[in-house]
């Protein structure tokens, strides 16, 4: 909906902002319009009480209607639930964050300003995960799967290591590098990773589970065989036909 900022509490990039927060407070005639029809709706439904069952819904769907028309504007239930209560119609509305996160991005000079549909005021986001892009050479791509755990460092923080899981694997590989991005999810609680940093991804990846593993050495490879020599005791030896991993 169009309207009018009247005044903001998130002022800074950077400031955290929890869910159900108050943005900033908004003029719109659009608004004033629908508080005014719903309120008259309530009243019309009250009078109607002792009527047919039929009038009652009608105007039951009158005051469903205004009721839904705010919270497609995403108007809080709360004040939804006041205007109704208490039958006031509200100049402005309170525009509350719709999750918690830290401002990224914000249009200057918020006071005043007038909106429009679509436009972006600000951005928030949820900074307690991270997402990593890393680059990949294509022949390491059979040991990697979304999923895969990796172990990130930074050298902002030395000799710390954090927990990333790979979350997307892109379908194309650089036609310039040979190399594919993944994007892993990086735990941050703490708040002390920030975008845009450079960091160090390590993957350790179990090629088998619950292999044997014996020197290259050891095998013997006649071209059409590969044979291991495995001790029975007792002095004896044998030699078995293995399947190289």
Do not use: C, K
């Not at 990039?13 to 608004?31: A, K, N, T």
């Not at 402005?92 to 990224?104: K, N």
């Not at 990796?150 to 899981?165: H, I, K, M, N, Q």
């Amino acid at each position: 909906y169009s309207g009018f900022i009247e005044e903001v509490f998130v002022n800074h990039l950077g400031q955290p902002v929890r869910r159900g927060e108050p943005l900033f407070e908004i003029y719109s005639p659009d608004l004033v319009q629908t508080q005014s029809e719903l309120v008259a709706a309530v009243g019309y439904a009250r009078r109607l009480e002792g009527a047919s069952v039929e009038v009652r819904a009608r105007a039951e769907a009158l005051l469903e209607a205004a009721r839904t028309r705010l919270e497609y504007w995403e108007v809080p239930a709360d004040q939804i639930e006041e205007i109704e209560t208490t039958g006031e119609i509200r100049r402005t509305l309170t525009v509350p964050a719709p999750a918690s996160g830290v401002e990224m991005q914000r249009r200057h000079g918020h006071d005043g300003m007038a909106i429009r549909p679509r436009m972006e005021l600000m951005h928030l986001a949820d900074l307690s995960h991270l997402w990593l892009r890393a680059e990949v050479y294509e022949h390491q791509l059979p040991w990697l799967n979304t999923g895969s755990q990796a172990r990130v460092s930074f050298d902002y923080l030395p000799g710390e290591t954090f927990s990333g899981r790979v979350r997307y694997i892109e379908p194309e590989v650089s036609p310039e590098t040979r190399t594919l991005t993944l994007t892993l999810d990086v735990p941050n609680p703490t708040g002390r990773l920030r975008s845009g940093m450079f960091a160090t991804v390590t993957f350790e990846p179990v090629v088998a589970s619950g292999a044997l593993v014996v020197p290259s050495q050891a095998v013997i490879r006649s071209g059409s065989r590969n044979i291991a020599v495995v001790a029975l005791g007792d002095g004896v030896f044998a030699p078995q036909e293995v399947a190289l991993g």
